[in-house]
């Protein structure tokens, strides 16, 4: 038997290119400024990986002996990461606003060039660093508000006002998802080529899976329409309970959830109001790309994406993933008739 030779592929699609291809798409309207943007976060997702890659041959483990804004440690490769993408993105020139989980107030960046403003969380997981678990970066994109030079009102708008969203996520792959609201495309770190290559196009949600993914040690805590979707999952009338599924790594529990279906949460309860995950950097730009791959994100009552942040570092409950399973959940809290939490 002769084995057949298959060849490697020959024409790869790189992320500049399908970044380009996106650009040219739009015709002379397109300025090239989001481009620009794109390219500077693809490479700082190269950096921070390589980085994540050598944190414990370099001393990049263990903690950096400051707290950021919401008062959780940081650790060295959270005060590095978020350096890489504040330089990077300011150094781009397109930028007017930043918002990052480890500085406290909004970075406005002078000049006039800057018409876009990026929020993002630059190593997210990060308690799961020194464990060689997965983490990752989170990103989404606003343009400044028309006549606006940057300022803080430009970031405190719904997630829907969002014109690209993306996470890079640093594991046994480092894969880079991405979506400018026209589906959502994944892109795998070839470290040969040191290059970002389409190997997940046009990325859907299947749209019901078989495993949910909680910190279900919190059950104490959460509120009754929850414990209610959990039980519904785990004893079903059809005697075949869901899977459960929990890394404590956002990124790579929503990554799992995009390919594989599913639900991803993390409910607000008793002890917690709003929940943990924060809205502009974390809810938002993941909620944005499970809608683009046609899932859904709620609060449980209220679409992520109508939501308008009331500060920057500003927390809501967070439940995404397959269409069907968001909304056997936020059945459960339509009927639930005791006090709305939110
Ligand atoms: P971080 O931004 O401090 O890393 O926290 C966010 C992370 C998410 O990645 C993850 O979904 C969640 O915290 C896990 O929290 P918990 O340990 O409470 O389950
Ligand atoms: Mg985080």
New binding site residues.
């Given amino acids: 038997m002769t084995e057949e030779y298959e060849s490697p592929p020959t024409d790869l699609i790189t992320l500049t290119r399908h970044i380009l291809s996106q650009q040219y798409a739009l015709g002379e309207t397109a300025t090239g400024d989001l481009t620009m943007l794109l390219i500077g976060i693809q490479v700082t997702s190269k950096y921070i990986a390589s980085n994540v890659r050598k944190a414990r041959l370099i001393n990049l483990v263990g903690l950096a002996g400051a707290t950021n804004t919401t008062g959780?440690d940081q650790k060295k490769l959270d005060v590095l990461s978020n350096d890489i993408m504040v330089n990077a993105l300011r150094a781009s020139g397109k930028v007017a606003v930043m918002v990052s989980?480890e500085v406290e107030e909004a970075i406005i960046v002078k000049g006039d060039s800057g018409t876009y403003c990026v929020v993002f969380?630059p190593l997210?997981?990060?308690?799961n660093i020194d464990a060689g678990v997965n983490v990752g970066t989170i990103f989404g994109v606003y343009k400044v508000l028309p006549g606006s030079k940057g300022k803080v009102e430009d970031v405190l708008r719904p997630g829907k006002d969002m014109v690209a969203a993306g996470y890079t996520m640093y594991g046994s792959s480092c894969n880079l998802v991405l979506s400018t609201g026209n589906g959502v495309d994944g892109f795998t770190l070839d470290e040969s080529l040191g290059e970002f290559i389409l190997t997940h196009p046009a990325i859907k949600i299947p749209p019901r899976g078989k495993i949910y993914s909680f910190?279900e040690g919190n059950s104490l805590h959460f509120n009754p329409p929850t414990l209610k979707y959990l039980e519904s999952i785990k004893y079903p009338a059809n005697g075949k309970p869901y899977s459960a599924r929990y890394i404590?790594?956002?990124?790579a529990?929503v990554h799992r959830t995009l390919l594989y279906g599913g639900i991803f949460g993390?409910p607000d309860d008793k002890k917690s109001k709003d929940g943990?995950?924060r809205m502009l950097y974390?809810a938002f730009p993941m909620s944005f790309l499970t809608e683009q791959a046609g899932g859904l994100a709620t609060t449980g009552t209220r679409r992520i994406l109508d939501v308008t942040p009331k500060d920057i570092h500003g927390r809501c409950p967070l439940f995404l993933g397959s269409k069907e399973d968001v909304e056997d959940l936020m059945k459960c809290y339509a009927e639930y008739e005791g006090p709305k939490t939110w």
């Fill in positions: 959780d989980e969380d997210d997981g990060s308690s910190n404590g790594s956002m990124v529990d993390y943990k995950l974390e």
